[in-house]
């Protein structure tokens, strides 16, 4: 059992996901992967489905992890996490391996948690693996070059979903909401939870309750792309609080059928405040925020968010 | 022991004396009932694996192939549709040298949509860096299996094999089949002893990139591992006669080739057919002969040149069409006769699409052209015989 982590003082001092990696200046994606291998610990496979975190950290000969890590298809982490999760079954029944079983993570993008690789991770979900699967969400196709993904929000800009005269907001469609197909839909399922890497104790700790229960759990991490959403390195956190103070990004965990948030909120900030600090965002009419506020908030109001989006008095 | 089963009940039975760990499958038409012999050796205690019953091919094959790199033998099996499907996972299995055994149901592919038996789902795979062994009976199925892990495990070779068997004409016919006992199963298959796996106490990482300055290489390996892969094939074989008394040719199945004047080019099940219209026209003084391919990939070139080298005129059958060109294996033939001081004609004929009948009468129609064909002379039937 891993245990609960108190405060980031108490964090375990050990990296997994160490120097070696091309990831661009205020990656969120590596801030996830390397606070999810550092609550994992070394007894720990990653499965990297194609993505960003495949590309950027996987030149040969030079890599960024001390734990073992396998590449899988865009398509298929689910299965190839199964097939590794079930070779450990063979080998402790016939007593072939006389470690502690290895926790299994698979650490998606978006494109292979909720695009393409949906149908792999729903089977594996469905077959009830003991796997924790984790998507990295940032909300694109951003390793190859920003191209717009089911997660990418209304009115986003990116090079699939340009803004202009005969579509004024850019990305016209809604986000799809992960969690909760996969929340809804696998009886399996042992733990789900969002977290975000603007609360690294809550992240380590919700990855640790997903490899501590015993099936399938999902994680859904947001990590902020400064380069696909187009605000300076610096800002990463910042962006990731705001996405959760406006209710962008709920953060919960959901268990036994119900919501537990995990952030107290006495209000929310306007999804307006989270906008204008994004050039993805710079196209849009007050009239298509006034859509996406009203989107959001009905999404706060699903989870039990209930507070009200009130702007910050300046 | 003998048993009367059909070819897919020889490829489970061949699973569970593998000992096989892992087997992850999808259903399909016409191989569903390998994988439901091995779901009731299972369930019955018979065989102590993991099944995986997987979303799709696509997923069938990365889970064996996740099981595979954590050092597991592993096994699947499709057609068709599934093994289009898997066409992704195909090439990522064989370069990553990972020793997946595979059992193909032969089919055609939709559309128009067919269950039935030709050879276009595994030819057009041949280019995948898979080894590709085409079986004549429920027999050759079985026991080819067990020699394909020997030949995808040998430390020389480590790369992924596909048994392929005539959808129903071999999948789904009972004959005779002669079960090995497990001991010398045993003894001629150890257990698997991978080189490098997936395990937390030596982390490695597997699947990496290559840059324009190392991708060559790698594929240079597979390569090599091709052409080593020949001479373990015939290996295997032969070590299989000196225990179970059985021998299946190795890379090449000749028949009578020696002194024919036409030889028939087969793949899979039509070649007893063949053999019998051969028996038959050499009562007459008519002398040809059949030249059955075992392996299409690494493809047996010298064998296939000192076996053709004599006659006068070759015909190839070819249960599949490469579209805008001819038969793939005529064109294979054609390629390993070039260089010959007096190369033979070389016919092809597309026959037996989408499970259309190949009949006796076919075959000898077959050899009855060829022996009209002038010496030197090449031309093409570029589609099945109007019946």
Not at chain 1, 63 to 83: D, E, K, L, M, Y
Not at chain 1, 156 to 165: D, E, L, M, S, V
Not at chain 2, 52 to 64: D, G, T, W
Not at chain 2, 129 to 147: K, N, S
Request: charged share 20%; aromatic share 8%; with cysteine.
């Amino acid at each position: 059992m891993l245990e609960r982590i108190p405060s980031i003082r108490k964090a375990p001092d050990e990296e997994y996901y160490v120097p070696g990696h091309r990831t661009c200046a205020g990656c969120g994606p590596a801030l996830a992967y390397r606070l999810t291998a550092k609550a994992a610990g070394p007894n720990t496979i990653f499965i990297g489905p194609t993505g960003c975190m495949y590309v950027a950290n996987t030149s040969y000969g030079c890599g960024p992890w001390r734990v073992p890590w396998i590449h899988a298809q865009i398509t298929n982490g689910g299965a190839v996490a199964s097939g590794i999760e079930a070779a450990f079954k063979v080998l402790a029944r016939k007593k072939k391996y006389q470690g502690e079983i290895p926790h299994v993570i698979v650490f998606a993008g978006d494109g292979g948690a909720v695009d393409i690789g949906l149908q792999a991770l729903s089977g594996m979900l469905y077959r009830g693996h003991d796997v924790l699967f984790i998507c990295y969400d940032n909300e694109s196709y951003a390793n190859t070059g920003i191209q717009t993904s089911p997660t990418t929000p209304y009115g986003a800009w990116t090079t699939f979903t340009p803004a202009g005269p005969a579509v004024p907001e850019g990305k016209k469609l809604f986000p799809k909401d992960n969690p909760k197909v996969v929340a809804h839909g696998h009886p399996e399922l042992k733990y789900l939870a969002t977290a975000s890497i603007g609360w690294p104790v809550d992240l380590m700790n919700k990855v640790r309750k997903g490899l501590n229960a015993e099936g399938p759990a999902y994680l859904h991490i947001q990590a902020p792309c400064p380069k696909g959403w187009q605000f300076p390195p610096n800002k990463t956190i910042e962006m990731a609080k705001l996405a959760v103070q406006t209710g962008m990004f709920q953060l919960y965990e959901y268990e036994n059928g119900e919501y537990k948030l995990s952030v107290k909120m006495e209000e929310r900030k306007p999804v307006a405040e989270y906008l204008k600090l994004q050039k993805r965002f710079a196209h849009l009419q007050p009239e298509h925020i006034e859509k996406l506020q009203a989107f959001v908030d009905a999404r706060c109001a699903e989870v039990g968010i209930t507070v009200p989006a009130v702007a910050s008095a300046r | 022991m003998r048993e009367y089963i059909n070819g897919n009940e020889a490829v489970a039975r061949a699973v569970r004396l593998a000992r096989v760990d892992v087997v992850a499958a999808y259903p399909i038409t016409p191989q569903s009932p390998v994988v439901e012999e091995i779901a009731a050796q299972i369930a019955s205690g018979e065989l102590d694996a993991e099944y995986i019953r997987v979303e799709s091919e696509h997923a069938a094959l990365a889970a064996c192939y996740g099981a595979a790199v954590t050092g597991m033998r592993v096994f699947t099996a499709t057609s068709s549709q599934g093994l289009a499907y898997m066409f992704e996972m195909l090439h990522y299995v064989s370069g990553s040298r990972v020793p997946v055994v595979m059992a193909v149901a032969n089919r055609g592919l939709a559309a128009p949509w067919t269950i039935w038996a030709d050879h276009q789902d595994s030819i057009v795979c041949r280019d995948t860096g898979w080894i590709q062994l085409y079986v004549e009976t429920a027999q050759e199925a079985l026991d080819t299996c067990l020699q394909a892990y020997r030949i995808a495990e040998h430390p020389e070779v480590l790369t992924p094999v596909m048994v392929c068997l005539d959808g129903y004409v071999l999948s789904h016919t009972e004959e005779v089949v002669e079960i090995p006992a497990q001991e010398a199963v045993d003894t001629f298959l150890p257990p698997y002893k991978p080189q490098r796996v997936v395990e937390p106490e030596r982390p490695l990482v597997f699947g990496v990139g290559a840059g324009p300055d190392l991708y060559p290489a790698f594929k240079q390996a597979q390569q090599e591992a091709m052409d080593r892969a020949r001479e373990v094939i015939c290996r295997v074989d032969e070590e299989f006669y000196r225990i179970f008394g059985r021998r299946h040719g190795g890379l090449v199945d000749p028949y009578r080739c020696r002194d024919a004047e036409i030889v028939l080019v087969t793949l899979g099940a039509t070649t007893g057919t063949a053999r019998e219209v051969a028996d038959r026209l050499r009562q007459e003084g008519i002398k040809v002969g059949v030249l059955r391919l075992r392996a299409l990939r690494p493809f047996p070139a010298e064998e296939v040149r000192r076996a053709l080298a004599g006659c006068r005129v070759v015909a190839v059958l070819d249960r599949n069409c490469s579209f805008g060109y001819e038969g793939a294996v005529c064109t294979e033939v054609k390629a390993a006769l070039l260089g010959l001081k007096e190369p033979p004609a070389v016919v092809g004929f597309i026959l037996g699409l989408g499970g259309q009948d190949i009949r006796q009468a076919d075959i000898e129609d077959i050899f009855r052209r060829c022996l009209a064909a002038g010496s030197g002379a090449v031309h093409q039937v570029a589609a099945a015989q109007s019946r």
